[in-house]
């Protein structure tokens, strides 16, 4: 099993681009399947979930080619309606590709994705919203049966919480669906907005994405477009920390600062200096890290819960206290006791995580329990004394393209090994 080695205490500076969204290309993805025609995206992440997702495409009967960051998804005829268990399991967020299977096919067989390392993760908004768009889903034995007697048709839904992916799931099967869906508290995340302005360059016929409502005027027919998949938010915050809590310097280009506001209010309240461009941000860290007070992960444009391990790694550098309320996922501390191995001073009080910065970090043999929670690990090694190891870290990989090569490229002593 690969491990990240880290020698800490180098202080980071340089320029970085900042990598394609993970959390919309899987999305745009499954959209791909809707598209009577070809469909290129281009600035596409090269990690395990996306070759995931071309593997499933693949199953559905879609033609698909890789080359470099840019993904080519044919599907004229679409054959499949079945995603295999096993890719299933791989990677969860696959629920995505209901909304579309249904919407082209008329039929969709993928197994109860169950629960992950961050808790329960129940699909119950995704079922009752297809419910209501006329789908009829039975689940035996941890598999979901789904299909639509007479086809998909607009509806009136509430959702009793913003879910990303159920509202992503909603708009691909509204897509081609007979008549209008409005999906009301719907997930305002800019990978929604994504999805909907790569539907609407394909032909669809979508408003208010963006907002808490949402419109979806279904169409006969999509074809195909090239589209540029948007920069990775949760990516940039990852290395405007890494150079955040080594005091260093960083300009981060290709990314969307707008995305990224609260998580850059966060920053200058520790006392770094961050200024934003159309195409670039630039953050300055400081040698003495300020605690933040509270922050609560919260629904976009709220503080994301994918950057709650990032601002904990960086909150241990403060010189005070500072809280975290985690009210998104039920179950996303993993990396907390990890970091407590290399010295933090952080409290668990279910749902509230209380950060007493310390002076100093030291390197430690850590294991990455989920994606980010594994991202916040190499960011204490980067600042701590010594040599930390973090192992697990194909988890590490499905979020991030080559992570050591990026950091190394700001001046990082890390090691794949
Ligand atoms: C997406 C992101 C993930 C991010 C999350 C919240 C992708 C691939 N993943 O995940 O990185 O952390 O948004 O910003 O884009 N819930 C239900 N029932 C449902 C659906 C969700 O109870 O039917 C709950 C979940 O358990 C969770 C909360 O709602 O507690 C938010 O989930 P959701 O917004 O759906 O997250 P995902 O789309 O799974």
Redesign the pocket.
């Known amino acids: 099993m690969q491990k990240l080695v880290i020698n800490g205490e180098k202080r980071l500076c340089g320029e970085l681009k900042v990598q394609g969204a993970?959390?919309?290309a899987?999305?745009l993805l499954a959209a791909c399947m809707l598209v009577n025609g070809e469909t290129r995206l281009t600035n596409c992440p090269r990690l395990s979930?996306v070759f995931a997702a071309v593997r499933i495409l693949g199953c559905l009967g879609c033609k698909c080619s890789v080359s470099g960051d840019s993904v080519t998804v044919s599907a004229q005829q679409p054959c499949g309606c079945c995603v295999p268990e096993e890719l299933m399991r791989e990677m969860?967020?696959s629920?995505?590709f209901l909304g579309a299977v249904l919407g082209r096919v008329g039929e969709c067989m993928l197994s109860f994705p169950g629960g992950c390392e961050?808790?329960?993760?129940?699909?119950?908004?995704?079922?009752?919203a297809l419910r209501k768009m006329g789908a009829v889903i039975t689940e035996q034995h941890g598999e979901l049966m789904c299909s639509c007697p007479v086809g998909l048709h607009g509806a009136d839904i509430t959702l009793p919480?913003?879910?990303?992916?159920?509202?992503?799931n909603i708009i691909l099967a509204a897509a081609l669906a007979d008549g209008d869906t409005i999906i009301k508290n719907a997930?305002r995340?800019p990978?929604i907005t994504d999805l909907a302005n790569f539907l609407l360059r394909c032909g669809a016929r979508i408003s208010g994405a963006g907002s808490d409502t949402i419109t979806v005027r279904g169409v006969q027919s999509l074809h195909g477009c090239e589209y540029s998949v948007m920069p990775d938010r949760?990516a940039a915050c990852t290395y405007l920390t890494a150079a955040a809590i080594t005091g260093g310097e960083i300009t981060l280009t290709g990314a969307e600062a707008s995305d990224l506001d609260s998580f850059l209010k966060v920053l200058e309240l520790s006392g770094c200096s961050v200024y934003t461009y159309s195409d670039r941000i630039f953050l300055s860290g400081t040698p003495t890290l300020r605690p933040v007070g509270m922050v609560r992960t919260m629904?976009?444009p709220g503080f994301?819960?994918?950057a709650q391990a990032l601002a904990t790694a960086l909150l241990t550098q403060a010189r005070g206290t500072s809280v975290i309320v985690e009210t998104?996922?039920?179950n996303r501390f993993h990396h907390v006791s990890e970091l407590v191995r290399m010295g933090a001073n952080i409290r668990v009080e279910g749902k509230v995580a209380i950060i007493e910065g310390v002076k100093d970090l030291y390197g430690a043999n850590v294991m990455a329990a989920d994606l980010r929670g594994g991202a916040a690990l190499v960011l204490a090694g980067l600042a701590a004394q010594g040599t930390t190891t973090v192992s697990n870290i194909r988890l590490i990989d499905r979020g991030y393209e080559e992570i050591e090569k990026a950091l190394a490229s700001l001046g990082a002593d890390i090691e794949r090994k």
Request: without cysteine; negative net charge; charged residues 25%.
């Open positions: 993970k959390n919309s899987l999305p979930d969860r967020s629920i995505v961050l808790g329960p993760r129940p699909i119950d908004m995704h079922l009752f919480f913003p879910s990303v992916g159920a509202t992503e997930a995340e990978e949760i629904p976009y994301p819960t994918d998104i996922f039920e």
